[in-house]
């Protein structure tokens, strides 16, 4: 229990970064007058970037039964479907709660509520992206290793479908 705290833990710093980056891009754009949608998309796919590569060295560890294209694979799809979540939550609070050509009108208000819509969305789409990694990318604790994961099955399917010079 204690490895998992740690582990959240780092992995709270990470997204807080992750989360800066994302907030900076998407505001600028915002500031440019591009939808919040799009401004949102270019935030979450740079910031999730760095968000791999941060996780992926300080919070999970490699699986051994695992090639990295899977990893990838699995990082990239989980990934797409956060990025749907995001920018389905921001939508929603920049079109459904804010009304129709109000958004040019009142354009610090579009704003306000994209950045609502964005807070929200991080929670969401962090937790998500949490319980991804944790039960399909993380190495298993000594002692835990299991041969029925959906995780290992993965790993083990990808293993013997990697072209030998790959490995």
Known sequence: MKHLIGQFIKFGVVGIVAFFINWALMNVLLWIHCSAVFASTIGFIISLIYNY???MEHVFQHRDDMPRWMEMVVFVISSVIGLF???????????????????TLNHARYELFSNLGMLVATVIVAIWNFLVRKILLDKPAPGHENDNTLAHR???????????NWA
């Not at 979540?85 to 958004?103: E, H, K, P, Q, V």
């Open 85 to 103: 979540i995001n920018d389905l939550i921001i939508w929603f609070f920049t079109s459904s709660l804010f009304l129709g050509s109000a958004a």
């Open 154 to 164: 993965l790993g083990v399917w990808s293993l013997h479908h990697t072209p030998k």
């Open 53 to 55: 590569v941060a996780s």
